[in-house]
């Protein structure tokens, strides 16, 4: 399970609070979104959770099956299950895709304890998973993301998602940027990582993605708050009244 | 208005030596009298320093302070698994094999055949039978200007490798050339090469300056002097991996002619100093130059590559890169100045330098300069020093790739660019296996 507790941070080198207080539990098992305007703080729990530098956290706790994800690095993390989706994946000029998932595999692999895998056999894995993604061959042999199109990056990071068996996937705005059908295929490679044993915290500004990817709850973010949290239908609803309700009160208690 | 310049103790030295090993150096009386004339002008010169434009960043004067003595004959015992050792990947690379240990020429250590159209011959050897005449071009390269470092390569060379490939042969192996440093006292080491293809010639020519194991502090002093005939096709590539405790100068002239491609390549690595000139021109229309090299220093290593292309003639193209990864107190030097002369219409040249620099205390200069008298020109150049990106080695820790082998990774992707410019594949294979080795103790390093 993942609690947030009362987490509030600010910028490292700047006195600017980001997030001020937010609390919410994902149990394993459950696909919990976060849905709210712009600016509100989404990402910045997302790269909190997943270790990134410039953040200073201020008040709170985060656990990750108990234990104090914040006191760990990146990497540490990563062995532990986290996987972040990014909103924008980056580009590494000069590493081939193929060599920077084996790496990552092998390294949470052998910090998980469990066996690495011959050649063939993770060959095999990762054409398996990027043939299912609609991921051609030849892009693995690419420079990670170097030249890829907006909706080939989204779908690298579900790949990696997949290849390396987290069990605490957060996912930053992947269905931004995409068009419907690219949509449906992301969503079906994350509905496809649906297991009691992962949970899974999906980020997004507009509601048609969780028509794909259906959330057990729904919260609201705004002015790096959780405003409120429901079932599916709050995703609906929002869709109908938009986030100026939120908006204005987010402005009120700035 | 002339100065009294105070000669250095090397400066008085270096003239003192020459007097005191002249009568051993190879060659007849006309190549003696060009290597008096050379010590000549080296002692009016001295050796170059910081108030000298083109050595500002590179001052020899003060970094060369303990006087060597010249290597004249007399080549330690050597054994080919030493050489093989010093070489790395190089080692199995399937070529001709030309060795030269402190500056002599090893036959029982080399491999070179003999093929129809080629001539291969140590320059001693060639030296020793010029007689009187100079000819053959084996000194031509003391003409150019007023270099020391030049002068001290005529003055002191003791030998190099001759190598004339005759009209559109094609050489069928890489030719490498090694010249080792063994662990006899510090010694000046002094060797001169001559390479020339013949019209629509080819060949493959890889110079690999290594010290063998437990070598002693030394400097060499290399020249190759190139000329690469119309249409003819030369892969160059040098290895420097000379130790610690040695200082290398280089210094390659180059002219080629008329669509003749000229494919260079210069890695330098676990050198203490190293200087690599290089002098290329331009002598016939729609030639091709593709110059390009990687450099890692770390702890007080001081690399610079300094290089001047001559766009002489109309219609020829050049490409630089150089990439260098500085870690601890190493010290790069990038000077990159192509000229294009008047006529020089439809001349394109473009130039690049960067470096990753992995500490604080790693320092880079860089002088791109463009002197352009020709108007219908494409040319560009730029040069860039950048840290390791923060926000991509997150990226590769949430993947779960620790913060060394991440490091290692962008590091390698950075050189990566500048090594997959290696004209033929298996060279660039044993260079990128030499170079990986290298990185993995600069990554290691603290930032
Ligand atoms: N590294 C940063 N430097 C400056 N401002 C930042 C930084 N990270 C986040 N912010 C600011 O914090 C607020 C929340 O940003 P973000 O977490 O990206 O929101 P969201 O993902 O919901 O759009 C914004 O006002 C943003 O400008
Ligand atoms: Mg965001």
Redesign the interface.
């Known amino acids: 399970m993942l609690e947030i507790k009362n987490l509030r941070v600010k910028l490292a080198d700047e006195d600017k609070l980001i997030l001020n207080g937010v609390s919410l539990e994902v149990p394993k098992g459950q696909v919990h979104a976060i849905m709210g305007p712009n600016g509100s703080g989404k990402s910045t729990l997302a790269y909190v959770l ?4 410039g953040y200073e956290v201020i008040d709170g706790e985060v656990l990750w099956n108990g234990e104090d994800l914040l006191a760990m ?3 540490e ?3 532990k299950g ?3 989706a ?1 909103q924008y ?2 580009e ?4 081939a895709t193929l ?2 998932l084996r ?2 595999f092998n ?2 692999r052998r ?1 998980r304890g469990q066996k690495e895998l011959t050649t063939p056999e993770f060959l095999k894995r990762v054409r398996e998973e990027a043939t299912s993604l609609g991921i051609a061959d030849e892009i693995l042999k690419r ?1 990670v993301n170097v030249g890829f199109s907006g909706g080939e990056k989204k779908r690298m990071e579900i790949l ?1 998602m997949a290849v ?1 068996e987290p069990s605490l996937c957060v996912l930053d705005e992947t269905d931004s940027g995409l068009d419907i059908d690219a949509v449906r295929v992301v969503s079906a490679g994350v509905t496809k990582l649906r297991s009691k044993d992962r949970a899974m915290l999906v980020i997004t500004h507009y509601q048609r993605l969780l028509n794909y990817i259906v959330p057990d709850k729904v919260h609201v973010m705004a002015g790096g708050t959780i405003r409120k949290t429901g079932g599916k239908e709050l995703a609906l609803e929002l869709e109908k009244t938009g986030y100026a309700e939120f908006k204005s009160k987010a402005l009120e208690s700035a | 208005m002339t100065v009294a310049l105070t000669r250095t103790k090397v400066e008085q030295a270096l003239s003192h030596d020459f007097e005191a090993v002249a009568a051993k150096l190879p060659g007849g009386r006309a190549v003696t009298e060009a290597r008096k004339a050379a010590i000549g002008t080296f002692a009016a010169l001295g050796l170059p320093h910081r108030r000298i434009e083109q050595w500002k960043w590179t001052d020899l004067r003060s970094a060369l302070k303990e006087p060597l003595s010249p290597a004249v004959g007399g080549a330690a015992k050597t054994s080919a698994p030493d050489i093989d050792a010093a070489l790395e990947d190089l080692a199995a690379l399937d070529a001709y094999r030309m060795v030269f240990v402190d500056g002599q020429h090893v036959p029982e250590l080399s491999t070179v055949a003999a093929a129809k159209g080629l001539e291969i011959a140590s320059l001693a050897a060639a030296l020793a039978k010029s007689g009187d005449h100079a000819g053959d071009g084996l000194i031509a390269a003391s003409a150019i200007g007023q270099e020391a470092v030049i002068a001290l390569n005529t003055a002191f060379m003791t030998d190099g490798a001759v190598i004339r490939i005759g009209k559109a042969v094609r050489l069928d192996k890489p030719l490498l050339l090694v010249f080792a440093r063994t662990a006899t006292e510090g010694r000046l080491v002094t060797t001169r090469n001559i390479l020339e293809l013949g019209d629509g010639a080819h060949a493959t020519v890889i110079e690999a300056h290594v010290a063998l194991r437990g070598a002693a502090p030394g400097q060499a002093n290399t020249l190759s002097d190139v000329s690469v005939g119309d249409g003819a096709h030369l892969t160059h590539t040098k290895c420097t991996v000379a130790g610690e405790a040695a200082s290398h100068l280089a210094t390659w002239l180059a002219t080629l002619g008329k669509a003749a491609t000229y494919h260079a390549f210069q890695l330098t690595a676990s050198t203490g100093l190293a200087r690599n000139n290089l002098f290329v021109t331009f002598k016939g229309e729609g030639a091709k130059l593709d110059i390009s090299g990687a450099f890692l220093g770390r702890g007080a290593e001081h690399i610079d590559t300094t290089l001047v292309v001559d766009h002489a003639v109309p219609g020829c193209e050049s490409r630089e890169l150089f990439k260098g990864v500085l870690a601890d107190k190493a010290h790069g030097v990038f000077q990159g100045k192509v000229i294009v002369r008047p006529d020089a219409q439809k001349s394109d040249g473009k130039q690049m330098a960067q470096v990753l620099m992995l500490s604080q205390d790693a320092e880079f200069d860089s002088k791109p300069e463009l002197e352009i008298h020709a108007d219908d020109v494409v040319c560009g150049h730029g040069s860039t020093a950048a840290e390791i990106d ?3 080695l ?10 060394a ?2 490091r290692a ?2 590091i ?3 050189i ?2 500048a090594i997959d410019k290696v004209g033929d594949e298996r060279v660039r294979a044993a260079l990128a296996g030499i170079a990986t080795r290298r990185l993995a103790t600069l990554s290691a390093s603290q930032p």
């Not at chain 1, 997943?50 to 530098?53: F, H, I, K, Q, T």
């Not at chain 2, 997150?394 to 913060?403: K, L, Q, V």
Request: charged share 25%; aromatic share 12%.
């Open positions: 997943a270790g990134r530098e690095e990146p990497d993390r990563a062995a986290v996987f972040l990014f994946p980056m590494i000029p000069g590493v060599t920077f790496t990552a390294a949470v910090k420079p990696q390396l | 923060e926000d991509l997150f990226y590769m820790r949430s993947r779960g790739i620790p913060t082998e991440a990774l962008l390698e992707s950075f990566v660019e």
